[in-house]
């Protein structure tokens, strides 16, 4: 269960609210309530959910701006924190991803524009007291958008500003250059983080801290896959020496294969040797409890998922086998017939001798 659900669709994109959301409303809402009434109460929760659509808007910046170079967003997740979008690749090109980054603060600076413009003011007074219920309705919510921009300009994943940086150095220095000093930046600046907000006493500094450094390492991880892969096909790294499982296999002779092989993960072929399925060592495992020797495989088997050709671009397949739960990609030739196997172990792998020797060539033929 994603403790989240679905108040919308706008385009491909389903914009989903977390429950711990609404959790936030409560607090804000009861909190309101023992200061000033049931007046402030709907002031205050009204005043959350208007930032909270602003930070919507935010993230369709992204979004749209993604979309327009062929990028799609299957849904966006609205956290007390603020706005995830599941954007499910970064543009390769440094130009791209400086405009799907810089799309998202460009949509407050617009709306905190408008809203002074409704003003006809300037009240930088108002940014330091955008909770101070004395303080126009239209000027904290000009100030908070503000906020926003700031916030999100700071230049450390997962902000939008190291996505800027990150932009800005690819172009200068290459994508694998730019990904480590990106984010070598953010640890350390989590790092002052946890530093003030410790010294100060502030706990969402702290958070800040914890979030920004986790997303400094995993960000560092992902992109040093996608750069090891760059310029490699399926076919250059692809394993070729697997066992195959015939689809008229019984339980007994899938236990069979389990035992004879280190392999955990089999593909399931027909008589002509196309992909039929997939048995990984849990499926076969969890088979023996309700099945008999003789039952067919067929049963408990995985569907075979979508295949690739060898002369598939590497970096294509990636995202597929992201996720601790993700399946191998069977690989076929022209005629559809079984030729290879992309599995974690595969990228793994990669990433290890790409460690070793960076100058590594693992082009095959
Ligand atoms: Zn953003």
Known sequence: MSWSFSIGRFGATTVRVHVTFFLLLAWIGVSAWQRGG????AISVLFIILIFACVVLHEFGHI????????????VTLLPIGGVARISRMPEKP???????????????????????????IEPDALSRVDDPQISFVARLAAANIFLVIFNMIPAFPMDGGRVLHALLAMKLGRARATQIAALLGQALAFAFGFFGLVSGNPILIFIAIFVYVAAAGEAQISAL?????????????????????????????IETLLATAQHEFPVVDAFGKPAGFLVRDDILTALKDHDRKASITTFMRAPGETVRPDAPLAKI??????????????TDAEGVLVGLLTRQTLAELMMIKLMRPDWRLHRG
């Open 64 to 75: 749209l701006t993604a979309r327009r170079f062929g990028i799609e967003t299957p849904d």
């Open 95 to 121: 130009a791209q991803e400086l405009a799907v980054a810089v799309a998202g603060p460009m949509v407050n600076v617009v709306i905190a524009f408008f809203l002074f413009l409704i003003l006809g003011t």
């Open 226 to 254: 996608d750069e090891a892969a760059q310029g490699l096909s399926v076919g250059d790294v692809m394993e070729t020496h697997f066992n195959a499982i015939p689809v008229e296999a019984s339980l007994a002779d899938a």
């Open 318 to 331: 990636l995202e597929r086998l992201r996720g601790p739960r993700a399946q191998p990609v069977a690989v």
């Open 38 to 41: 049931a007046n402030a109460a």
